[in-house]
Protein backbone atom coordinates (compact mmCIF):
# COMPACT_ATOMS: atom_id res chain seq x y z
CA UNK A 1 0.00 0.00 0.00
CA UNK A 2 1.04 3.67 -0.57
CA UNK A 3 1.70 6.16 1.95
CA UNK A 4 3.71 9.07 0.64
CA UNK A 5 0.60 11.47 0.49
CA UNK A 6 -0.53 10.79 3.56
CA UNK A 7 2.69 10.22 5.91
CA UNK A 8 4.82 12.44 3.71
CA UNK A 9 7.57 10.11 3.00
CA UNK A 10 8.39 7.78 0.33
CA UNK A 11 8.67 4.25 0.89
CA UNK A 12 12.12 3.35 0.91
CA UNK A 13 12.52 6.47 3.45
CA UNK A 14 10.05 5.02 6.11
CA UNK A 15 11.71 1.55 5.37
CA UNK A 16 14.74 2.76 6.36
CA UNK A 17 12.85 5.22 9.41
CA UNK A 18 11.75 1.58 10.60
CA UNK A 19 14.84 -0.32 10.22
CA UNK A 20 16.55 2.76 12.85
CA UNK A 21 13.44 2.98 15.03
CA UNK A 22 14.23 -1.18 15.72
CA UNK A 23 17.77 -1.37 15.78
CA UNK A 24 17.03 1.81 19.10
CA UNK A 25 14.48 -0.63 20.20
CA UNK A 26 16.72 -3.96 19.99
CA UNK A 27 19.19 -2.32 21.83
CA UNK A 28 16.57 -1.15 25.28
CA UNK A 29 14.80 -4.10 25.03
CA UNK A 30 12.00 -2.52 25.45
CA UNK A 31 8.84 -2.20 22.96
CA UNK A 32 7.39 0.96 23.77
CA UNK A 33 4.17 0.54 21.85
CA UNK A 34 1.04 -2.14 21.72
CA UNK A 35 2.51 -5.67 21.25
CA UNK A 36 -0.46 -6.39 18.72
CA UNK A 37 0.35 -3.67 16.11
CA UNK A 38 4.16 -4.64 14.12
CA UNK A 39 6.62 -1.74 14.20
CA UNK A 40 6.03 -0.62 10.33
CA UNK A 41 2.46 -0.07 10.91
CA UNK A 42 3.12 1.80 13.75
CA UNK A 43 5.37 4.42 12.32
CA UNK A 44 2.73 4.79 9.23
CA UNK A 45 0.13 5.82 11.64
CA UNK A 46 2.11 7.78 13.84
CA UNK A 47 3.38 9.81 10.40
CA UNK A 48 -0.15 9.85 9.07
CA UNK A 49 -1.70 11.37 12.51
CA UNK A 50 1.39 14.49 12.41
CA UNK A 51 0.66 14.45 8.75
CA UNK A 52 -2.74 14.67 9.15
CA UNK A 53 -3.72 16.30 12.13
CA UNK A 54 -6.95 14.00 12.86
CA UNK A 55 -8.33 13.63 15.88
CA UNK A 56 -6.97 9.95 17.29
CA UNK A 57 -10.50 8.20 16.90
CA UNK A 58 -10.38 8.87 13.48
CA UNK A 59 -6.94 7.48 12.53
CA UNK A 60 -8.08 4.60 14.50
CA UNK A 61 -11.38 3.97 12.45
CA UNK A 62 -8.57 4.37 9.41
CA UNK A 63 -6.36 1.87 10.76
CA UNK A 64 -8.68 -0.58 12.43
CA UNK A 65 -7.77 -0.04 16.01
CA UNK A 66 -9.53 1.57 19.09
CA UNK A 67 -8.32 5.52 19.97
CA UNK A 68 -6.37 4.38 23.44
CA UNK A 69 -4.19 2.07 20.92
CA UNK A 70 -3.43 5.28 18.50
CA UNK A 71 -2.57 7.10 21.84
CA UNK A 72 -0.75 4.38 22.74
CA UNK A 73 1.42 4.41 19.22
CA UNK A 74 1.56 7.48 19.07
CA UNK A 75 3.28 8.42 22.47
CA UNK A 76 5.53 5.40 22.17
CA UNK A 77 6.24 5.80 17.99
CA UNK A 78 7.41 9.64 17.88
CA UNK A 79 9.82 9.74 20.65
CA UNK A 80 11.60 6.96 18.64
CA UNK A 81 11.02 8.70 15.76
CA UNK A 82 12.98 11.29 16.98
CA UNK A 83 15.49 9.97 18.63
CA UNK A 84 16.30 8.14 15.13
CA UNK A 85 16.47 11.24 12.97
CA UNK A 86 18.02 13.77 15.34
CA UNK A 87 21.13 13.64 13.42
CA UNK A 88 19.57 14.83 10.22
CA UNK A 89 18.70 18.70 12.18
CA UNK A 90 21.93 20.56 10.68
CA UNK A 91 23.76 23.54 12.49
CA UNK A 92 22.52 26.14 11.29
CA UNK A 93 25.97 27.67 10.30
CA UNK A 94 26.69 24.74 8.49
CA UNK A 95 23.16 24.76 6.66
CA UNK A 96 23.72 28.82 5.96
CA UNK A 97 27.24 28.95 4.56
CA UNK A 98 27.43 29.97 1.68
CA UNK A 99 23.92 31.17 0.83
CA UNK A 100 21.60 34.12 0.73
CA UNK A 101 19.23 33.48 3.33
CA UNK A 102 15.49 34.18 3.90
CA UNK A 103 14.14 34.32 7.10
CA UNK A 104 10.27 34.25 7.88
CA UNK A 105 8.07 33.89 10.94
CA UNK A 106 4.80 31.76 11.04
CA UNK A 107 2.74 30.26 14.28
CA UNK A 108 1.85 27.08 15.30
CA UNK A 109 -2.02 27.53 16.40
CA UNK A 110 -2.65 26.16 19.57
CA UNK A 111 -6.64 27.05 20.59
CA UNK A 112 -7.12 29.34 22.77
CA UNK A 113 -6.67 28.07 26.43
CA UNK A 114 -6.94 29.52 29.73
CA UNK A 115 -3.87 30.80 31.07
CA UNK A 116 -1.92 30.62 28.42
CA UNK A 117 -3.11 33.98 27.26
CA UNK A 118 0.52 35.47 26.33
CA UNK A 119 0.54 33.49 23.20
CA UNK A 120 -2.33 35.11 21.97
CA UNK A 121 -1.41 37.43 18.52
CA UNK A 122 -2.97 40.00 17.79
CA UNK A 123 -2.08 40.29 14.52
CA UNK A 124 -3.00 36.58 13.40
CA UNK A 125 -6.14 37.11 16.07
CA UNK A 126 -5.33 33.86 17.85
CA UNK A 127 -2.98 31.72 20.04
CA UNK A 128 -0.44 29.76 19.37
CA UNK A 129 3.99 30.10 19.25
CA UNK A 130 5.77 31.84 17.02
CA UNK A 131 8.45 30.02 15.13
CA UNK A 132 11.20 31.43 12.58
CA UNK A 133 11.91 29.61 9.24
CA UNK A 134 14.97 30.30 7.43
CA UNK A 135 14.88 29.34 3.85
CA UNK A 136 17.48 29.22 0.96
CA UNK A 137 16.43 30.89 -2.34
CA UNK A 138 15.20 27.44 -4.16
CA UNK A 139 12.84 27.39 -1.18
CA UNK A 140 14.17 24.40 0.36
CA UNK A 141 14.16 24.47 4.56
CA UNK A 142 17.86 25.61 6.36
CA UNK A 143 16.30 25.70 10.13
CA UNK A 144 13.56 26.23 12.24
CA UNK A 145 13.95 28.24 15.34
CA UNK A 146 13.32 27.13 19.08
CA UNK A 147 9.36 28.77 19.70
CA UNK A 148 8.60 31.58 21.08
CA UNK A 149 5.03 33.01 22.79
CA UNK A 150 2.66 34.10 19.84
CA UNK A 151 2.30 37.29 21.04
CA UNK A 152 6.10 38.28 19.90
CA UNK A 153 6.70 40.52 17.18
CA UNK A 154 8.73 38.83 14.14
CA UNK A 155 11.51 41.37 14.99
CA UNK A 156 12.09 40.26 18.66
CA UNK A 157 11.69 36.38 18.28
CA UNK A 158 14.14 36.71 15.55
CA UNK A 159 16.55 37.92 18.54
CA UNK A 160 15.06 36.29 21.03
CA UNK A 161 15.81 32.98 19.60
CA UNK A 162 19.07 33.77 18.94
CA UNK A 163 19.16 33.81 15.21
CA UNK A 164 20.50 37.71 14.80
CA UNK A 165 23.38 37.10 15.92
CA UNK A 166 23.74 33.55 14.38
CA UNK A 167 23.13 35.51 11.12
CA UNK A 168 24.78 38.51 11.17
CA UNK A 169 27.31 37.56 9.28
CA UNK A 170 25.27 36.07 6.54
CA UNK A 171 23.31 37.91 3.79
CA UNK A 172 19.56 37.67 4.91
CA UNK A 173 16.40 38.92 3.17
CA UNK A 174 13.19 39.59 5.37
CA UNK A 175 10.51 41.38 5.36
CA UNK A 176 9.49 44.59 6.89
CA UNK A 177 8.62 43.25 10.25
CA UNK A 178 12.46 43.01 10.56
CA UNK A 179 13.33 46.20 9.97
CA UNK A 180 16.22 47.27 12.66
CA UNK A 181 17.91 43.71 11.93
CA UNK A 182 20.58 43.39 9.45
CA UNK A 183 18.33 41.61 7.12
CA UNK A 184 17.79 43.42 4.02
CA UNK A 185 13.88 44.24 4.35
CA UNK A 186 11.44 46.48 1.20
CA UNK A 187 11.57 50.06 2.48
CA UNK A 188 8.30 50.89 3.89
CA UNK A 189 6.25 53.95 2.53
CA UNK A 190 7.01 57.42 4.15
CA UNK A 191 4.22 58.82 6.38
CA UNK A 192 2.61 61.23 4.10
CA UNK A 193 4.89 60.82 1.40
CA UNK A 194 5.47 58.15 -1.87
CA UNK A 195 8.15 55.47 -2.51
CA UNK A 196 10.64 56.63 -5.32
CA UNK A 197 10.68 54.79 -8.44
CA UNK A 198 14.23 53.30 -7.59
CA UNK A 199 12.11 51.69 -4.06
CA UNK A 200 9.39 50.23 -6.11
CA UNK A 201 11.73 48.65 -7.93
CA UNK A 202 13.79 47.77 -5.52
CA UNK A 203 11.01 46.47 -3.06
CA UNK A 204 9.48 44.28 -5.96
CA UNK A 205 12.98 42.15 -6.35
CA UNK A 206 12.98 41.56 -2.68
CA UNK A 207 9.58 40.32 -2.58
CA UNK A 208 9.81 38.31 -5.61
CA UNK A 209 13.17 36.62 -3.78
CA UNK A 210 11.70 36.47 -0.37
CA UNK A 211 8.79 34.56 -1.77
CA UNK A 212 10.41 31.21 -1.78
CA UNK A 213 10.51 31.26 2.12
CA UNK A 214 6.93 31.35 1.85
CA UNK A 215 6.90 27.61 -0.03
CA UNK A 216 9.43 26.76 2.44
CA UNK A 217 6.57 27.63 5.12
CA UNK A 218 3.56 25.97 3.62
CA UNK A 219 6.16 22.72 2.92
CA UNK A 220 6.65 22.64 6.48
CA UNK A 221 2.92 23.41 7.38
CA UNK A 222 1.99 20.33 5.39
CA UNK A 223 2.69 18.97 8.59
CA UNK A 224 -0.56 19.53 9.34
CA UNK A 225 -0.10 19.63 13.41
CA UNK A 226 1.85 22.30 12.95
CA UNK A 227 -0.89 23.73 10.74
CA UNK A 228 -4.07 23.32 11.46
CA UNK A 229 -4.32 23.26 15.53
CA UNK A 230 -2.01 22.07 17.92
CA UNK A 231 -4.79 19.64 20.29
CA UNK A 232 -2.29 17.88 22.82
CA UNK A 233 0.04 19.66 26.03
CA UNK A 234 1.38 22.49 25.28
CA UNK A 235 4.58 21.45 27.29
CA UNK A 236 4.95 18.96 25.08
CA UNK A 237 4.60 21.50 21.71
CA UNK A 238 8.52 22.38 21.55
CA UNK A 239 9.49 18.83 21.37
CA UNK A 240 7.02 17.73 18.47
CA UNK A 241 8.25 20.78 16.40
CA UNK A 242 11.88 20.03 16.92
CA UNK A 243 10.62 16.09 15.62
CA UNK A 244 8.70 17.94 12.88
CA UNK A 245 11.62 19.52 11.69
CA UNK A 246 13.75 16.08 11.78
CA UNK A 247 11.30 15.01 9.59
CA UNK A 248 11.30 17.13 6.96
CA UNK A 249 14.98 17.84 6.55
CA UNK A 250 14.73 14.12 6.16
CA UNK A 251 12.39 14.30 3.82
CA UNK A 252 14.20 16.68 2.10
CA UNK A 253 17.25 14.26 2.09
CA UNK A 254 19.56 16.27 4.59
Request: hydrophobic fraction near 40%; proline fraction near 5%; aromatic fraction near 6%.
Amino acid sequence: MRYQSTTGLAADQIEELVVRIWQIVQCRGKQPWPLTVGLYRAVVITLVYVRQNLNQAAVGDLFGLSQPTVSRIYRGILPLIGEALCLHIPDLKDAIRGRLVLVDGTDVPTGNRAGHEVNYSGKRRRAGLNIQIAADTDGDLLGISAPMRGSMHDRKAFDECGWEDRLSDTPTIADPAYQGTHAITPRKKPKGGELSTNDKSNNKTISSIRSAVERCIAHVKNWKILATGYRGRLAELPTIIRIIAALEFYRLGW
